[in-house]
C-alpha cells in the first residue's frame, strides 16, 4: 500500500511516498481503506521530532491522526455495527507501533472507530475527530456551570471553532477573538461577541465580562497574557502540555485553576466520538476543509499549514 512518510527528521522535504505490506484486521479489529487523512499541526511536531514518536530502525514514521473512509475488512468478534462498506472515520495516536494515519489502509480496534456524520465527504470527515476530540475534552476537564461565559482564543482555528460550538451547544456565553478577516467566521461559528485578537486581548474579553470569565479555552496558546480575562478562582484549559512555573504561580495567586487538555486521554472513546457524529449531522458542528491535496503533496500541505492562517484543515486523500 501507499503511505507518507519520513525517514528522517526536518522540513516538510522529509515527507515522501513509500510502500509498505497492506494489514489486515485481527479479533475485534476493522480495516478503513482511508480516502482522507488530515493534516494538524501535530503531525508537523512528528516530521520535526518534537514528540515521543521516534524513528525505528530504518521504517518510516507515519504521521496523521485523524481518517475517514470505508470499512473493507473486519475481524473475529467485531459487532455488526461496522460493517464493510460502511462510511467511517476514526483518531489514532501515532505512537502505536503501525504509527499514523496517512496510508491508504490503516488497522484499528472497533472501539475507536465510529460512522462518518450522514452526508458529509470523506475529507470533511476527518476534520472531525483529534480537533472535536481537543475540543471536547477540554470542556469537560473545565466542568462549567449552566450558562457560564467562556472566553476561546483561536476561535478560527479548527480546535477553538470547535470550542465556541460546542460551548454554544451546552448553553453557555462565548466570547471570542478573531483577526479582522474571520470576524464574520467565527461570528457564524456562533460566538455571542467577538474581539480583536492580538495584544491586549485579555482587557477586550474583560469589556464584555467586567468580573472576568468563568473559564477559557486557550487555542491560540496565550498562556499569561489570557490570565487577566479570567475571575479569580476561575479555570483555564490548556492545549499543549501543562503550565510552565510562571504561568503555574501567576495563575495560583489568583485561585485560577489550570487543567490540559490531553486528546488521547479520549482514544478509544467511541462514546465521545459518537457525540461529535451526532452534532455533526445536527448542523452543531461545521466540518471545514481548507485544501486537498494527493499523497505526492503531503509536503505542501505541511508548508501551507506551516505559513499559518489556514482556516479549516487540509486533507491528504487516497
Not at 473475529?76 to 503501525?98: D, E, H, K, Q, Y
Not at 461559528?189 to 482587557?203: E, F, K, S
Not at 496558546?221 to 479555570?235: H, I, M, N
Not at 472513546?269 to 476543509?289: I, M, P, Q, S
Amino acid at each position: 500500500m501507499r503511505a507518507v512518510g519520513l525517514l528522517r527528521y526536518g522540513g516538510p522535504e522529509v515527507l515522501r511516498v513509500v510502500e509498505l505490506p497492506t494489514p489486515h484486521a485481527g479479533p475485534g479489529e476493522v480495516r478503513i481503506r482511508v480516502r482522507a487523512a488530515a493534516v494538524n499541526p501535530a503531525d508537523t511536531l512528528i516530521r520535526a521530532g518534537m514528540t515521543p514518536v521516534r524513528l525505528r530502525d530504518g521504517d518510516p514514521v507515519l504521521p496523521g491522526q485523524d481518517i475517514a473512509g470505508t470499512i473493507d475488512e473486519v475481524g473475529f468478534g467485531v459487532s455488526g455495527a461496522l460493517a464493510p462498506g460502511g462510511p467511517v472515520m476514526a483518531m489514532i495516536n501515532p505512537t502505536r507501533a503501525a504509527g499514523g494515519g496517512y496510508a491508504e489502509w490503516v488497522v484499528l480496534p472497533e472501539t475507536w472507530v465510529v460512522p462518518a456524520p450522514a452526508g458529509a465527504s470523506p475529507a470533511e470527515a476527518a476534520t472531525l475527530p483529534l480537533n472535536g476530540l481537543t475540543a471536547l475534552h477540554a470542556l469537560d476537564q473545565l466542568r462549567l456551570a449552566p450558562g457560564s461565559t467562556l472566553a476561546v482564543t483561536g476561535a478560527a482555528g479548527a480546535v477553538g471553532g470547535y470550542a465556541v460550538q460546542l460551548a454554544k451547544t451546552a448553553g453557555h456565553r462565548v466570547l471570542a477573538d478573531a483577526a479582522s478577516g474571520d470576524v464574520e467566521l467565527v461570528a457564524a461559528l456562533g460566538a455571542d461577541v467577538t474581539v480583536a485578537r492580538g495584544p491586549g486581548v485579555a482587557d477586550r474579553f474583560r469589556e464584555h465580562a467586567p468580573d472576568g470569565v468563568d473559564a477559557a479555552v486557550d487555542a491560540a496558546l496565550l498562556g499569561s497574557a489570557l490570565l487577566p480575562a479570567v475571575r479569580d478562582g476561575g479555570t483555564v484549559a490548556l492545549l499543549r502540555g501543562g503550565p510552565d512555573p510562571v504561568l503555574r504561580a501567576q495563575a495560583d495567586q489568583r485561585r485560577i485553576h489550570m487543567v490540559s487538555a490531553y486528546v488521547h486521554e479520549y482514544d478509544g472513546r467511541r462514546d465521545k466520538l459518537d457525540l461529535l457524529r451526532r452534532l455533526a449531522e445536527e448542523g452543531a458542528l461545521t466540518l471545514r476543509v481548507a485544501g486537498r491535496f494527493p499523497p505526492e503533496e503531503a509536503a505542501r500541505a505541511h508548508q501551507l499549514l506551516e505559513a499559518g492562517g489556514v482556516r479549516g484543515r487540509l486533507i491528504i486523500e487516497f
